[in-house]
């Protein structure tokens, strides 16, 4: 997944306990997107930016917030983390609408 | 609400067949369209695009596209079983942007057997 790299790979968190998890790119992008994938349901949109200092909500935002720190950098913070919120996290880039994703490898979290 | 729905599977075909692989969108406005394939555990990667109404190939891949009947499918010729693996579907209904949100089917499972 050269050009875009999320940390950490693997968490499990307490419920109730915060974190955030990390996602980087090296490709000069401007739409980054978190999105989750659970079994059965597909990936869903989390919340997106679509350039450098805006953000916004996807499908499903609640329990989650986002910061794009700046054009590499679109991390996504669970403040109080819940065992619905086991899954696995994606995060995308895109040059532009016509293009598709180019996705990091992803953070698997179990919350317990 | 912007609907992709997708054959769930599992879908198993035998060495050197044809799979054939089904999409559904909702939102009749979407633009482009994407196929993406994902191994177990891993993440997806984009094998195709198409946006116009037709077929598109690539190698052993070929998209089809019917807008008037919302409807998008990937024909896999000649399956290896390194093909096996999960297919998503995704559809970007933005138009009128610069913004490519894609939403995604659930996925369908292909086992390609020796």
């Known amino acids: 997944n050269a050009g875009v790299t999320q940390t950490p790979k693997f968490q499990v968190l307490k419920t109730g306990q915060s974190m955030t998890l990390q996602c980087a790119q090296d490709m000069n992008h401007n739409s980054m997107y978190w999105y989750r994938q659970d079994p059965g349901m597909g990936l869903r949109l989390i919340y997106y930016s679509a350039s450098e200092g805006t953000t916004d909500k996807g499908e499903v935002p609640n329990g989650y917030n986002v910061s794009r720190l700046n054009k590499r950098e679109f991390s996504l913070r669970l403040e109080s983390a819940a065992p619905s919120q086991t899954s696995v996290y994606f995060c995308a880039i895109q040059r532009d609408r016509d293009y598709g994703y180019t996705f990091g490898s992803g953070t698997r979290l179990t919350v317990v | 609400q912007k609907e992709v729905e997708q054959n769930s599977g599992p879908l198993s075909v035998p060495e050197g067949a044809i799979a054939s692989l089904n999409c559904t969108y909702s939102d009749r406005g979407s633009q482009s369209f994407f196929w993406y394939r994902q191994y177990s555990g891993k993440s997806p990667e984009l094998i195709m695009f198409?946006?116009?109404?037709g077929d598109k190939e690539d190698g052993r891949f070929t998209a089809q596209l019917n807008k008037a009947s919302q409807y998008v499918s990937l024909l896999i010729r000649d399956s290896q079983p390194s093909d096996s693996a999960t297919y998503l579907c995704a559809v970007n209904p933005d138009r009128g942007s610069t913004l490519g949100r894609l939403y995604f089917g659930r996925g369908t499972q292909l086992t390609v057997w020796p």
């Open positions: 198409i946006y116009s109404n």
